[in-house]
């Protein structure tokens, strides 16, 4: 940001930053750095829908005969150590006794077929996607389906990083600092790409935890800013892998 002459000047800004990551173990980091939570889940997945159900009907002396109805909406992501769980329900207008059936289980997954119920606990190995996994139920003639949908396991986030750092104390001119008003976090997966960001409107503060990091690299970078929101130029970049 460039400087606006008799406002806020771009500030340099170092900061000495100690991070506390995962289960008791420690890290020191000088430069600039921090974290923050993120969120897991994937907002692409595509939520289940009853589908169009019988669409060839057989025909006897009473004209069409209507077939068998399900309906159900499952989650569609859970986390590793998590139970899930997802039951249909399901009828049958002329009374016949129904069987489920399912196509692209999981590994991890169980299936009653007498029920329709899917349920199943992933665990570590079994973090990825799952697509395509299609419920359906059928008589003696004919069936119904759901309409596909993927199941994404995802990682259970226990990260934690403790930051602390030293405020800036000049301007980048050399002049004394008079209105600084706060903080602001960068932080993503990739070093070129910090796109979460935690503000904190306290220029008093100098320390930050950050829970639900999952574990893996991230990369950090802090910036300051004044009172009229004009915001320094962000500092180093520096990583830290969360167990």
């Not at 395509?132 to 139920?137: A, D, K, L, N, T």
């Not at 070093?191 to 829970?211: E, G, M, P």
Request: aromatic share 6%.
């Amino acid at each position: 940001m460039t400087s606006v002459p008799g406002f806020f000047k771009v500030m340099s800004v170092t900061f000495a930053i100690s991070v506390l990551v995962g289960c008791g173990g420690t890290a020191d980091i000088t430069g600039t750095s921090q974290s923050a939570a993120t969120a897991t889940q994937d907002p692409d997945a595509p939520a289940a829908a009853l589908s169009p159900g019988n669409t060839t009907p057989s025909v006897g002396r009473g004209g069409a005969v209507p077939g068998p109805q399900i309906d159900g909406q499952p989650l569609t992501s859970v986390r590793i150590g998590e139970t899930y769980e997802f039951q249909p329900s399901a009828s049958d207008p002329n009374g016949e006794a129904l069987h489920f059936d399912v196509t692209n289980l999981p590994s991890w997954a169980d299936f009653d077929a007498s029920t329709g119920r899917l349920s199943g606990t992933p665990s570590d190995g079994d973090v990825g996607t799952f697509p395509g996994i299609v419920v359906s139920v059928a008589n003696s003639t004919r069936s119904s389906s759901l309409a596909p949908f993927t199941l994404t396991v995802t990682q259970i986030a226990t990260g934690t990083a403790t930051v602390s750092w030293l405020p800036p104390l000049k301007n980048t001119d050399g002049s004394t600092l008079l209105d600084l008003h706060g903080f602001q976090i960068h932080f993503g997966r990739s070093a070129a790409s910090l796109n979460q960001v935690v503000k904190i409107s306290n220029a008093s503060i100098s320390r930050h935890v950050i829970d639900n990091l999952s574990s893996g690299a991230w990369y950090f970078a802090v910036s300051a800013f004044n009172s009229r929101g004009s915001q320094s130029a962000l500092s180093g970049v520096r990583s830290k892998v969360v167990d």
